[in-house]
């Protein structure tokens, strides 16, 4: 009896939930899932109740990442991608992150990219496994809603003067070939930038990142740019630096206010004059956290020793006196 009892009382709360979900608003029926990264939402949708199986139609994560692709680009990831993009009905798309070989399918990515934009993304990565995609210049101009920019392996086309990208808070470019100007004019255009990451990037010669206006940019990483000769930093704002790479001329505006600073240099045949580690380590000398190679440091603790040596001496000389 015990036994019987229990079973109907299972099947009971069962009944209850099963009639609770299906009263509930189509609207909100089709939210549920939306929110999940578009493989988890069809997954999950179609071991649950009919109503919700056509719910990830309305998703908001279009994340299409490495393991995505490499499960699937045997299989016709292509044609996965533009079939869950033609069936589509939902209003948003606030992220799309891609992993892909864009030989042969630019026609394709371009499309994805307008359906995107229509749908008002917020966060957008393109990671493509070899050079052959230009972003040009109309997709920037119509990022309007865009905060999150990363760009890896593809040639950019930005406009002189832009007209999308005014809410951009983080920017990564990975493996790209970028100019002066082109900082120049993100820095400059983007006043909600918070965070940029350069990496491999090449032909890059001299980069002034200039951000006096800029009253949200913190955080700076560059990794591996190897024909950069000479950064020059003005930005009241900016509280981290992360370097890594060759030996280089940094010059920091003072009054700048440097939080943490990491240079990791790599080795390299050409000598390191003293004086040149003398002008980065004064250029430092504020940063409350400093990690670095051990020539930095033994001059940043020498010129330390010397300035305490120095005021001794001047305070034994005037004692004397």
Same mark, same amino acid.
């Given at each position: 009896m015990d036994n019987s009892e229990n079973q109907n009382q299972l099947l009971e709360e069962k009944k209850t939930k099963s009639d609770s979900s299906n009263n509930l608003p189509e609207d909100i029926v089709q939210s549920i899932f939306t929110f999940l990264p578009i493989k988890n939402a069809i997954v999950t949708a179609s071991t649950v109740s009919r109503r919700y199986k056509r719910s990830w139609r309305h998703n908001r994560k279009f994340l299409f990442g490495r393991d995505f692709y490499l499960q699937y680009r045997l299989?016709?990831?292509?044609?996965?991608?533009?079939?869950?993009?033609? $069936?589509? *009905?939902?209003?948003?798309?606030k992220t799309f992150q891609l992993h892909i070989d864009p030989i042969g399918i630019e026609g394709l990515i371009n499309r994805w990219l307008q359906i995107c934009i229509q749908k008002d993304i917020e966060d957008l990565e393109l990671h493509l496994y070899r050079f052959g995609f230009t972003v040009e210049f109309c997709v920037f101009n119509t990022l309007h809603k865009l905060k999150t920019l990363k760009l890896i392996q593809c040639v950019i086309q930005l406009p002189e003067v832009p007209i999308g990208l005014q809410f951009l808070q983080t920017l990564s470019l990975c493996n790209i070939h970028v100019s002066e100007n082109m900082i120049d004019m993100l820095i400059g255009h983007c006043k909600m930038l918070n965070s940029v990451d350069l990496i491999c990037c090449f032909t890059i010669k001299k980069l002034n990142l200039i951000a006096r206006e800029n009253k949200h940019f913190e955080k700076l990483r560059i990794i591996g740019c190897r024909d950069l000769e000479n950064i020059e930093i003005n930005s009241p704002t900016l509280r981290s630096i992360f370097y890594h790479g060759k030996f280089l001329t940094i010059r920091i505006v003072q009054g700048m206010q440097l939080y943490e600073a990491l240079f990791q +240099?790599?080795? #390299? *045949?050409?000598?390191?004059? $003293?004086? =040149?580690? =003398?002008?980065?380590? *004064? =250029?430092? &000398?504020?940063? #409350?956290?400093?990690?670095?190679?051990?020539? /930095? %440091?033994?001059?940043? %603790?020498?010129?330390?020793?010397?300035?305490?040596? #120095?005021?001794?001496? +001047? &305070? /034994?000389?005037? &004692? *004397?006196?």
């Amino acid at each position: 009896m015990d036994n019987s009892e229990n079973q109907n009382q299972l099947l009971e709360e069962k009944k209850t939930k099963s009639d609770s979900s299906n009263n509930l608003p189509e609207d909100i029926v089709q939210s549920i899932f939306t929110f999940l990264p578009i493989k988890n939402a069809i997954v999950t949708a179609s071991t649950v109740s009919r109503r919700y199986k056509r719910s990830w139609r309305h998703n908001r994560k279009f994340l299409f990442g490495r393991d995505f692709y490499l499960q699937y680009r045997l299989l016709g990831m292509t044609s996965i991608v533009d079939h869950l993009f033609n $069936c589509h *009905k939902g209003n948003e798309i606030k992220t799309f992150q891609l992993h892909i070989d864009p030989i042969g399918i630019e026609g394709l990515i371009n499309r994805w990219l307008q359906i995107c934009i229509q749908k008002d993304i917020e966060d957008l990565e393109l990671h493509l496994y070899r050079f052959g995609f230009t972003v040009e210049f109309c997709v920037f101009n119509t990022l309007h809603k865009l905060k999150t920019l990363k760009l890896i392996q593809c040639v950019i086309q930005l406009p002189e003067v832009p007209i999308g990208l005014q809410f951009l808070q983080t920017l990564s470019l990975c493996n790209i070939h970028v100019s002066e100007n082109m900082i120049d004019m993100l820095i400059g255009h983007c006043k909600m930038l918070n965070s940029v990451d350069l990496i491999c990037c090449f032909t890059i010669k001299k980069l002034n990142l200039i951000a006096r206006e800029n009253k949200h940019f913190e955080k700076l990483r560059i990794i591996g740019c190897r024909d950069l000769e000479n950064i020059e930093i003005n930005s009241p704002t900016l509280r981290s630096i992360f370097y890594h790479g060759k030996f280089l001329t940094i010059r920091i505006v003072q009054g700048m206010q440097l939080y943490e600073a990491l240079f990791q +240099f790599t080795p #390299s *045949k050409n000598y390191m004059w $003293c004086a =040149e580690l =003398e002008a980065l380590v *004064k =250029e430092l &000398y504020h940063v #409350s956290i400093l990690t670095t190679t051990p020539q /930095l %440091i033994e001059v940043y %603790i020498f010129i330390l020793l010397w300035s305490v040596f #120095s005021s001794l001496l +001047f &305070y /034994l000389i005037l &004692y *004397k006196l």
